[in-house]
C-alpha cells in the first residue's frame, strides 16, 4: 500500500494541476490536453506491455467475451446518459466539461486523433483502474473503485453533474477491471468507444480539410 500510495502522488498532483488550470483558464487548446495524457502515459509505461497485450487476443473466453460485454455496456450507458441525463439537466445545470479548440489542418486532426483515440483511453486506464484499485482487502478494492471513478470524473469535468455523467460512463470500465484484473480488456473497450464517438467526426473534418 505505502508503495502504491508513493506511486501515486505525482499523477495526483499532476491531474489537480491539470484541473486547476481548466477551471482558471476558460479558452483551452488541444496542446494542453495532449501534455496531460502524454505525461500520464510516458509515467505509467511500465503498466502496458503489447507483448502481454497481443497475447490477449487468442484469448476468446477470458479477454473477447467480457470486452464485448463491456463495450455493450457502455454504449447503453452512454445512450441513456445521452437521451435521458443530459436532456433533463443540460439546459438549467452547467456540467463543467473541459472543452478545448484545435488547430484546423492536417496536423492538428492527427494530434486530436492520437490524444483522443488512443492517449487518453490508455492513459485513463493505467491510471484510474490499474495504478488506483487496491485488492489487498474487501473494503480497499471497494474503495479505490470508488477514488478511481471520482478521479476519472474530474478529469473530464470540474462540476458535479460533469463528474458524475464521466463516473458512469467509466462505470463499465471499471467494473470490467474489477472483475477480470485484466487491464487491456477496459483499455480495448476505451480505445473502441472513442473511435465510435470521435473517428467519424476526424475522418469528416480531414475529408473537408481536403476539399478547401
Known sequence: MKSQIKNLAFPLVWELAFIIFCIIRPFKTLYIFFVFYLVLTV?????????????????????????????????????????MIIPSFSDIINDGTYDFTWENSYMGELLRAITILFMRPVAEELFFRKAIMNFDSATSAILTFSLGLVLCGFSHAYLPLGVVEYMVLALPLAVAFFCTRNIYIPITVNVVFMMYQYLPEIIYDVARISMR
Open 43 to 83: 509515467y505509467f509505461a511500465k503498466d502496458f506491455s503489447f507483448k502481454e497485450y497481443s497475447k490477449n487476443f487468442k484469448d476468446i473466453k477470458r479477454f473477447w467475451i467480457p470486452a464485448v460485454l463491456t463495450l455493450v455496456g457502455i454504449v447503453i450507458v452512454f445512450m441513456l446518459n445521452k437521451k
